[in-house]
Each structure stands twice: as structure tokens, then as C-alpha cells.
């Protein structure tokens, strides 16, 4: 088949060559960019001085998940106590365990709202 070609067929060859070496070239220039930023992104983050914006910003909001969990927690665990104190003193077995575990959850999920910014401080009526 390559035998039946003309002329025509020989200047459509060489324009799609042309065209690939164009495109290795682009291809090339574009790996070299491209290794440039991957080396220039590791040397940054190898640096412990130059990210110490982002480690702050990390500290923070890592700050704020435990001091939100606390929160909830908290809230669950008073509940859960004082419902445990009024079955001991009452003698009502798990009613008040219940009731004030649930009450506790609630506290706590608005406690959270609250310092999370989401429920507006309702403290100053």
C-alpha cells in the first residue's frame, strides 16, 4: 500500500510528521514545565520554615474539632450523670438516665451550633 502513493500522498506524509514533531516538541516543553513545578513544590514543602502559615491554619482548626467534640461530648456526659443521680435518688431505674442523656445530646448539638457559628448567642436578651 505504501507503493501507491503519489505525490500528493508524499506531501500529506511529510506535513503529518512536521505535525508530530511539533507536538513531541510541545509535549516535551510541557514534561519539562511540568518538573520544574513538581521540584519547586517539593523544596517548599521540604522547608519547615516557609509553611508556617499553613501549620498554624492546621493547628487551629484542629483546635477547634477538639474544642467542638469536647462540646458535644461534654453535654452527653452531664446529661447521662444527672439522669443516673435522679434514678439512684428516685429510684425510677433508667427514665432518668434516658430522659437526661437525651437532654444532654441536645444541649450539647446547640453548645456545638453555637461555637461553631451556626445558631446565634442567645445569651444577651
Known amino acids: 500500500m505504501a507503493g501507491g502513493r503519489n505525490d500528493g500522498g508524499n506531501e500529506s506524509g511529510d506535513k503529518s510528521s512536521s505535525e508530530?514533531?511539533?507536538l513531541s516538541a510541545r509535549l516535551g516543553s510541557l514534561d519539562h514545565r511540568l518538573?520544574?513545578?513538581r521540584d519547586s513544590r517539593k523544596i517548599k514543602t521540604d522547608q519547615p520554615g516557609d509553611g508556617s502559615g499553613d501549620v498554624a491554619a492546621r493547628a487551629s482548626a484542629m483546635a477547634r474539632g477538639f474544642r467542638l467534640s469536647s462540646?458535644?461530648?461534654?453535654?452527653?456526659v452531664v446529661g447521662a450523670?444527672?439522669?443516673w443521680g435522679f434514678d439512684r435518688l428516685l429510684s425510677t431505674s433508667p427514665w432518668g438516665l434516658i430522659v437526661f442523656f437525651?437532654?444532654?445530646f441536645v444541649a450539647g448539638?446547640?453548645?456545638?451550633?453555637?461555637?461553631?457559628?451556626?445558631?446565634?448567642?442567645?445569651?444577651?436578651?
Request: hydrophobic share 50%; aromatic share 0%; charged share 20%.
Open 20 to 22: 508530530e514533531a511539533a
Open 81 to 83: 450523670v444527672i439522669g
Open 109 to 125: 448539638v446547640i453548645n456545638v451550633m453555637r461555637s461553631a457559628g451556626v445558631a446565634p448567642d442567645r445569651t444577651g436578651r
Open 102 to 104: 437525651l437532654l444532654g
Open 71 to 76: 462540646e458535644l461530648i461534654a453535654g452527653v
Open 35 to 37: 518538573s520544574e513545578i
